[in-house]
């Protein structure tokens, strides 16, 4: 069964929360513009304002909505959260406003899987209240893409681990409480077998954060860098910082990369919306040679390419919410690929012809336009460079094919044709169809 209407009683809630959006939470993008902003929690005049926000989207039972019910979240799966993520998706700070901010989501999923007791409460806990932020340190410095590459080690020392290397981009560790830390601890295992997960106070002695590295959206002039370079230097942690056994990094990883990735595609089909938005407003706002941007062809076609984009990809994203929600675990893998390849193209396509029609303006920092052209490259990036997700589509729709028996591909037509002509010979014979030509 195929269908693609919202019901009205959900409808009505994502009328509130566009509204609330604009109205409530862009003032926060504009007032506290820095990348950190929403995760700085000593920010005490931006916490001030946040924080009835928060209590409104509590209050409507919208708060934190990825989780399942039993961590204080709806429930509502991943098809619904995709049309709220395109709402959240318009507001750097809507995220936070709604408990909904990557990396925090993740952390928290896998906190919850394979966390103890213990570590649910003092981590997990004020991490969904909001109360707290958290890190995620994966990358290294001579390593993003292929975590085979990884040399950070973690080895075993009394009854405890002992984390020592080096690690890149781990994006809020400044404000961070805990660091979710993938480090080797079989180097002589199977490439998958040799990683483990810590969760790791980011108190602990020798985590000395070597520089707080600033991405081109961000400004290293007024320190605004938010991903840091961390030297783990002998830092001990407890033997139950293990998230899931000794091994077990990259399955822990792939639980929560897959929601990441999704979540970060559907808030932008609200980014590439709001571009488009833009785009058109300007188009028939702006006048040359006596006529509106709107009539001239070239324009017409930037509207009409720019719709026809953002509608496939948001019906890829839908449909990929779907199969998460409604199909066996992994069933989606393919698809999210797609969603994280398409992502980066998109975006770039769409934002790149608002931020021309809009002429000067739209290269200046007085719109936010500039802003969204400069994040471009970060999505092409994150959570995987476009080339790696491209080679898992191909692998898995490689997988459902088979080489050619002969010489000749399965569709060589004379072969075919001459087993067409077999097949209904005493038919053509009896119409007196001698040969069929092509
Ligand atoms: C804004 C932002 C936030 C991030 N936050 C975090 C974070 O919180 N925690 C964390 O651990 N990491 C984080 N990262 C790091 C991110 O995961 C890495 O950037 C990514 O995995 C790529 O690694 P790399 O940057 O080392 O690039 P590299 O691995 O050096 O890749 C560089 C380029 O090489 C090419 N390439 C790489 N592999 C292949 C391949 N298999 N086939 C063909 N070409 C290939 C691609 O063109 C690729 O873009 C963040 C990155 C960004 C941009």
Redesign the pocket.
């Known amino acids: 069964m195929w269908d693609f209407s919202t019901d009205p009683e959900f409808q009505a809630k994502l009328d509130w929360m566009d509204t609330f959006v604009r109205e409530e939470v862009e003032p926060l993008d504009l007032l506290f513009p820095s990348g950190g902003a929403p995760y700085d929690v000593s920010d005490s005049a931006a916490r001030a304002i946040l924080r009835p926000l928060q209590v409104q989207v509590k209050e409507q039972g919208l708060w934190a909505c990825h989780l399942g019910p039993e961590l204080g979240g709806q429930g509502y799966g991943q098809l619904k959260l995709a049309l709220m993520n395109e709402i959240l998706g318009r507001s750097y700070w809507a995220p936070t406003v709604f408990g909904t901010a990557a990396?925090d989501t993740g952390n928290a999923e896998i906190l919850a899987m394979f966390g103890t007791e213990e570590q649910k409460a003092v981590y997990l806990r004020p991490l969904l209240d909001g109360e707290i932020v958290s890190?995620?340190?994966?990358?290294e410095p001579h390593?993003?893409?292929?975590p085979k590459e990884f040399t950070c080690r973690a080895y075993r020392d009394g009854d405890g681990w002992v984390i020592d290397g080096e690690?890149?981009?781990?994006?809020?560790a400044r404000y961070a409480e805990f660091i979710i830390v993938m480090a080797v601890t079989d180097p002589d295992a199977r490439p998958h077998e040799r990683m483990s997960m810590f969760v790791v106070p980011a108190d602990t002695p020798g985590i000395e954060i070597k520089r707080n590295v600033a991405?081109m959206a961000e400004r290293d002039d007024l320190d605004e860098g938010i991903?840091a370079y961390i030297r783990y230097d002998h830092v001990r942690v407890p033997a139950d910082a293990l998230l899931g056994g000794p091994g077990e990094g990259f399955r822990v990883a792939q639980a929560r990369l897959g929601g990441g990735r999704v979540h970060h595609a559907m808030r932008t089909v609200g980014q590439c919306r709001r571009a488009f938005d833009m785009m058109c407003e300007r188009a028939l706002s702006r006048r040359t040679q006596g006529e509106r941007l709107a009539d001239k062809q070239a324009v017409q076609a930037f509207i009409a390419d720019s719709w026809i984009e953002l509608q496939q990809y948001r019906l890829l994203v839908l449909n990929t919410a779907w199969t998460i929600d409604t199909q066996p675990h992994g069933a989606a893998r393919t698809q999210i690929a797609m969603c994280k390849v398409a992502m980066a193209k998109v975006y770039h396509d769409i934002v790149q012809r608002a931020l021309h029609l809009h002429g000067s303006l739209g290269t200046t920092h007085e719109t936010p336009l500039a802003g969204m052209w400069m994040s471009v490259p970060?999505l092409?990036?994150?959570?995987?460079?476009?080339?790696?997700h491209r080679?898992t589509i191909a692998k898995q729709m490689l997988r459902r094919y088979r080489p050619a028996e002969g010489l000749f591909p399965s569709e060589h037509i004379p072969p075919r044709l001459a087993a067409a002509r077999e097949r209904y010979a005493s038919i053509l014979e009896e119409h007196g169809v001698k040969e069929h030509v092509r």
């Open positions: 990396p890190a995620y340190s994966m990358t390593a993003g893409a292929d690690k890149w981009f781990t994006s809020n991405t991903h970060a092409a990036l994150a959570d995987g460079p476009t080339e790696v080679t």
